[in-house]
């Protein structure tokens, strides 16, 4: 387990990685083709102007698969596609989460 460990913490950060480069995208993109829609989440960006608010708007949007209604295909399958990395993101941190409390209850 300690071997796999440091392997994680990579995997995790260039996942993060990835996934900011994939919601600047997202974001981008609604702000450019749909302000409306971008301008209903509360004009959300990736840091600047970003609030637990605009987050969360997002991430409903997201998972509520509203995005299905923007009419515009490369949108939709961009965010299909970010809902999709955003769950497998989240189950590689509470994988590595478990790991990292393992190798520190077995190091004792």
Not at 6 to 11: G, K, N, T, V, W
């Amino acid at each position: 387990m300690h071997a796999l460990l440091p392997i994680l913490f990579i995997a995790l950060f260039v996942s993060a990685g990835i996934g900011s480069v994939l919601q600047h995208t997202f974001l981008l993109r609604l702000r450019t083709r749909h302000a409306q829609t971008w301008e209903a989440l509360g004009c959300p960006t990736l840091f600047v102007n970003n609030s637990v608010g605009n987050s969360l708007a997002v991430f409903r949007f997201l998972w509520r698969r509203q995005y299905q209604s923007l009419g515009d295909q490369q949108s939709v399958r961009l965010a299909s596609f970010l809902r999709g990395y955003l769950v497998v993101y989240f189950v590689l941190f509470v994988f590595v989460v478990v790991v990292f409390f393992m190798t520190i209850k077995t190091q004792r």
